[in-house]
């Protein structure tokens, strides 16, 4: 088994309803399938990650498929880069949606698994991703055994960069995922008087080589209020923003706009 035990560290294995180590800690699997492994002291809140409320309006958003492109790229690569039987994980899951598509459409038959630090998103990914292996845990601690995972993915999330190389095989590969230079730029002129470029910056992962690197860049037309707001509440500009600014969108009942997303993949050195 590739979990481990987040208290001693020891293999963790499946036992009926639960997962236990040799040292007779024990894990619940919940109702909708998932397990946390987060630990007390892991936690910088009483319900870290994102809200309940802010989780459900992003699974509204993207099963709209505003984001289809980008998760059709991550099948490409993905595609591209495993072999059948290979273990990968999605680091970061929020709602599953991208873990979804990939289950439902990449021609590798790979073993999932998938973390994130808010429990109602790990619950949302497991209820929908059967096949997956769901927990909820921290990115900075993560609950595998050293080089076990033959590749990851990381959407728009935070990275730990000594984790990813701890528990990733050598030869195995990041894909992250993080804002292109034109992202939401029409949004932004709306809301910023002085309206600027995104820097875009890939992730800093020693011990990995950067192998590609390229933008999946279109326009997009935002089809009501409510998904213009979703949108831009989606992103980190929203929480840095005036809120008198941020209101400005309110006039809008729908919007064109570019949306730019960096992808780039590191391999780690043999």
């Known amino acids: 088994m590739l979990l481990r035990c987040p208290k001693c560290q020891q293999p963790l294995l499946q036992e009926n309803h639960r997962y236990l180590c040799q040292n007779n800690h024990s894990y619940d699997i919940a109702r909708e399938g998932y397990v946390n492994l987060l630990l007390v002291n892991q936690k910088h809140s009483r319900n870290p990650g994102d809200s309940d409320d802010s989780l459900t309006a992003r699974k509204a958003f993207l099963e709209k498929g505003y984001y289809q492109p980008l998760a059709d790229d991550l099948v490409s690569i993905v595609n591209r880069l495993f072999d059948d039987g290979a273990s990968f994980l999605d680091a970061g899951c929020g709602t599953g949606y991208y873990l979804e598509h990939l289950i439902n459409n990449a021609d590798r038959q790979l073993e999932y698994y998938a973390v994130d630090i808010a429990k109602k998103g790990v619950a949302m990914t497991a209820k929908k991703n059967k096949n997956a292996t769901c927990f909820v845990g921290s990115v900075f601690h993560l609950p595998f055994s050293d080089e076990s995972l033959d590749g990851l993915m990381s959407v728009f999330t935070p990275y730990g960069a000594e984790e990813f190389y701890r528990i990733i095989k050598k030869g195995g590969y990041v894909i992250a995922v993080t804002p292109g230079r034109d992202h ?19 992730y800093d992962l020693p011990g990995f080589r950067l192998i590609d690197r390229h933008n999946v860049t279109y326009e997009k037309t935002l089809e009501c209020y409510q998904d213009i707001e979703t949108l831009w ?38």
Do not use: A, C, W
């Open 233 to 270: 509440r989606m992103t980190p500009y929203y929480h840095t923003t005036y809120s008198g600014n941020n209101d400005r969108l309110k006039k809008y009942e729908s919007l064109d706009t570019v949306i730019d997303f960096l992808v780039t993949v590191y391999r780690k050195e043999d």
């Open 184 to 202: 939401l730029y029409q949004l932004k002129s709306i809301v910023y008087d002085e309206v600027y470029f995104n820097e875009e910056e890939g």
